[in-house]
């Protein structure tokens, strides 16, 4: 079928005719270009995948495949509260909605109730990798990962089957399985409610310990090693203001000791969030000196927000390698601010897109896209209100185009997780985790890249004209799915090869 693959922050790939041969460890090997129905069986020959067991999956009229998305940033146990408290800034949000609704996890009846769920509704959305936060609770986070984990049957093949007949058994695969890069504890030892604190830092430390070789023991390797959950601990200190120095010092220790260690955390939301930051570490030139001088700045560090960084905090991300987590819609929603992304893609700072739940109302990542959209017109809007020209290749003050928007949600959210296993795109090498996206409902035209035109198809598959008419055809398709689609549109979600959800799923 129809591919779209991000390729740069500006560019992406659309290519019809293509077959994708997906290997047993769920890694591509490789990938074809302009291949005809007809032709299938004669390709797979001259590859090698004679009397081999290969399942076919042609893509339907109206549909195309796609890399999954990445959510580098969201709350799991706050899914329950979305679409609740908005009125509220940040700290407020924080005490009045977001602890209590946490503090219920301490039931592991209730996580184990309502985390099934929550976990679908983002593999429904097409999330294939997310960065999640849980709550403070060891026993709690423990059943969220096994959630994840148990989501991870192994798919049985079918031993042969004629790929003409594939679409309807394709409803009839049994397979879980979700790439979460952590449901992860927070770390939370002070100004939280007496009812929703951890005792001490040592306690926050044990329990963190525990959870780490928890995780670990869940996940053993590479991602070629069949039945690797791929799920990774997360080292996740709440923010700056619910840590004691205690813990953050202990917390440098742990990371220091062990370089293989995410690290997330939130920095510069609300403007209130930096006052008090900076009364509670005098010493520290910014806020992100706070955490650099806890040793928690590194490559493989997630920061979520980040709105209100002064220039030399740029500068000190970028030098570190730092991922930033950019969560537009929550933004909005809890009158946080609009985060410069334009500035910082333009410093070479790494960008993905988290969706906040429940600072954002939508565990999709589709609504994160339309709101990074949303953001980054009103920067322009503001500050260049005539429209003049932005050079070439710049993204300050430029509504970000929809490539950019792909990549921030896909490749650019793969390069902030910084995981073993290749994501973000599908290449030769990477991880398959993919969607089908079906478009079918919301897109106005008859004409589709699989059967564009019949007088056209008739000439050649590789015509010029054809492939322009195509380009234009799935550039339509992507932009509708972005700005209109939704989980109705997500009709298959792969990871790691194995289906996992989407309409045809249910
Ligand atoms: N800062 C500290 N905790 C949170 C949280 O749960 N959500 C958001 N948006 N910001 C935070
Ligand atoms: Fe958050």
Redesign the pocket.
């Given at each position: 079928g129809s591919l779209i693959n991000p390729t740069t922050l500006t560019s992406y790939e659309t290519i019809t005719g293509c077959l994708i041969a997906v290997n047993a460890h769920g890694n591509i090997d490789w990938i074809i270009h302009d291949v005809k129905d007809s032709s299938i069986q004669e390709t797979l020959l001259q590859k090698g995948l004679f009397d081999v067991d290969v399942t076919i999956v042609p893509l339907q009229e109206g549909q195309f495949i796609m890399p999954g998305f990445v959510d580098t940033h969201t709350?799991a146990p706050?899914v329950p509260n979305t679409g609740t408290g908005y009125q509220s800034e940040?700290l407020d949000?924080?005490e009045n909605f977001?602890f209590p609704m946490?503090a219920n996890f301490q039931d592991v009846d209730f996580a184990k109730k309502v985390y099934p769920s929550i976990i679908k509704k983002f593999i429904a959305s097409g999330t294939t990798t997310c960065c999640y936060?849980g709550t403070l609770h060891l026993e709690s986070n423990k059943v969220l990962t096994d959630i994840v984990h148990s989501l991870a049957q192994t798919l049985s093949r079918p031993t042969s089957v004629d790929w003409r007949t594939l679409t309807p058994y394709l409803n009839k695969l049994q397979a879980h399985r979700m790439d979460a890069l952590s449901p992860q504890k927070?770390n939370m030892d002070r100004n939280c409610p007496s009812y929703y604190i951890e005792p001490s830092s040592s306690r926050s430390i044990s329990d963190t310990q525990a959870f780490i070789s928890y995780v670990r023991s869940l996940s053993p390797g590479p991602s070629n090693n069949p039945g690797n959950p791929l799920i990774y601990p997360v080292v996740t200190p709440?923010?700056a203001?619910?840590c004691t120095n205690e813990l953050l010092s202990s917390l440098k220790t742990l990371v220091h000791l062990d370089t293989r260690l995410h690290i997330q955390t939130?920095i510069s939301?609300?403007m209130k969030?930096v006052e008090y930051t900076k009364e509670l570490y005098p010493d520290c030139e910014h806020y992100a000196g706070v955490y650099d001088s806890y040793g928690l700045l590194r490559n493989n560090t997630i920061l979520?927000?980040a709105i209100w960084l002064q220039e030399k905090e740029i500068d000190l991300v970028k030098e570190r390698e730092v991922g930033l987590s950019h969560?537009p819609t929550?933004n909005f929603n809890?009158r946080?601010g609009i985060a410069p992304i334009g500035k910082y893609l333009d410093r070479g700072v790494k960008i993905g897109l988290g969706t906040?739940v429940?600072?954002?109302f939508s565990a999709s990542m589709l609504v994160a896209m339309r709101n990074a959209s949303i953001a980054s017109t009103v920067v322009a809007l503001q500050n260049n209100p005539t429209n003049a020209p932005i050079e070439e290749g710049k993204f300050t003050n430029r509504q970000l185009p929809l490539a950019t928007l792909l990549y921030l949600a896909t490749k650019g959210g793969a390069e902030v997780c910084v995981l073993d296993h290749q994501i973000g795109s599908l290449e030769p090498g990477k991880s398959f985790d993919a969607l089908i996206v079906d478009v079918s409902s919301i897109s106005s035209t008859s004409k589709w890249p699989g059967d564009v035109d019949p007088a056209l198809r008739k000439i050649s598959t590789t015509t010029s004209s054809l492939r322009s008419s195509s380009r234009a055809i799935l550039e339509g398709l992507l932009e509708k799915f972005v700005f209109c689609g939704d989980d109705r549109n997500v009709f298959a979600v792969f990871v790691q090869g194995k289906l996992i959800g989407g309409t045809s799923y249910a």
């Open positions: 709350h706050q940040l949000w924080l977001t946490e936060y927070c709440r923010f203001i619910s939130h939301e609300n969030e979520a927000h969560c929550s809890l946080s906040d429940s600072g954002g």
